[in-house]
């Protein structure tokens, strides 16, 4: 039995959090459990990792039952790099018997080829890091779930499915750590949603791009109930998640969260679909061959970008001409969420930048 998903959204305006980003490696690989090592089941098997890796990629939950993308699904040995076996630890698929895992690598530049044509873009390596406050009510008062704690094994099972969820969906997740620092916020959050002002030294303390606040209830021993909100981009968006088992609600609470950040962070689809624009680029702090290379080589890298062109080169700086899908506005997001270009306010719509220091 699993209950259904009560979702309201809301917005209001606060300060907003300064971007930070995550570098993903693994966006590319799974770990699916296999019924064998035969033919039949290792093509099952790849396809069961391609679905997971193309949710990872795009960031969105139902890209593989996109009719277009299906047909990448039923031929995944034309994207594979890499794969390997191992066998399970303890039980797997309901049986104390371990199985065979299956681990397949994708190779990343022919199934970004395989996504474009599908029409299915990429959410790009670079994502928002999401800081999760949690606080949890048994029955016997409400803890904050913490990123070191292991004694109490509720704790670290729901930690773990927090953790397993946020990987299989592609967004690094934080933990606070619950020192005297963390006190406060831990205090408020426990009575209410906590205030503007905390949200933000949180996020940077902990180098987030958002910040998820949640409270999970035991209304019942069959009844879970999880009321979230999602700080980013200063704004936040409120809904509440249930379900049978903790799990239930603490996933669907996550899935949400994600398809949040995704519609902030990568912009609408329908934008991002709509065909390719122009983005003038100018970068400072380019004095050598080296740094030319590195800027342009990060540029390419960004997920709405697809050719990369220069048109003026001057004494530190260059200007790049870029034809990216979404606009100048999905290229900023885009460079906001990575390290290598600081944004400079210089009063003009040209996107302007300074090349930070390796």
């Not at 001409?321 to 390290?339: D, F, K, M, N, Y």
Request: proline share 6%.
């Amino acid at each position: 039995m699993r209950w259904t998903l009560a979702f309201l959204i809301c917005l209001v305006f606060i300060p907003a959090i300064p971007a930070f980003g995550a570098r993903l490696k693994d966006l590319y690989e799974a770990e699916v459990p296999v019924t064998g090592r035969d033919p039949a089941a290792q093509t099952q098997g790849m396809q069961t990792a391609l679905r997971l890796v193309l949710v990872k990629l795009t960031g969105d939950r139902n890209a593989a039952g996109r009719p277009s993308v299906d047909r990448l699904i039923k031929n995944p040995e034309a994207f594979v790099q890499q794969y390997g076996y191992r066998q399970s630890e303890g039980m797997s698929n309901g049986s104390e018997t371990p199985v065979p895992v299956l681990w397949v690598k994708f190779d990343p530049e022919a199934l970004e080829r395989g996504l474009e044509q599908a029409g299915a873009p990429v959410w790009g390596r670079e994502r928002p890091a999401l800081l999760l406050w949690l606080s949890v009510d048994e029955g016997s008062g409400r803890r904050v779930l913490s990123r070191d704690d292991p004694q109490d094994q509720k704790m670290l099972a729901y930690r773990e499915t927090l953790h397993a969820r946020a990987r299989q969906r592609g967004v690094p997740l934080v933990l606070p750590v619950l020192d005297t620092t963390d006190e406060a916020w831990s205090e408020a959050i426990a009575v209410s949603l906590p205030m503007s002002e905390q949200i933000a030294a949180a996020a940077r303390r902990y180098g987030a791009d958002a910040v998820l606040a949640g409270q999970l209830t035991a209304i019942s021993p069959a009844l879970w109930q999880a009321e979230w909100t999602l700080f980013a981009e200063g704004r936040n968006e409120s809904w509440s998640s249930q379900g049978d088992l903790p799990e239930v609600a603490l996933d669907e609470g996550i899935d949400l969260a994600v398809d949040a950040l995704h519609a902030h962070f990568a912009g609408p689809r329908d934008t991002l679909e709509s065909g390719m624009v122009a983005v003038v680029v100018e970068v400072e702090g380019i004095s050598s061959l080296d740094q030319y290379t590195r800027v342009e080589r990060y540029l390419r890298t960004l997920d709405p970008v697809r050719q990369v062109d220069v048109k003026r080169l001057e004494p530190g700086r260059v200007e790049f001409h870029l034809t990216a899908r979404g606009g100048a506005e999905a290229v900023s997001r885009a460079i906001t969420l990575g390290t290598t270009l600081q944004a400079l306010d210089t009063g003009t719509e040209v996107g302007h930048y300074q090349l930070s220091s390796p």
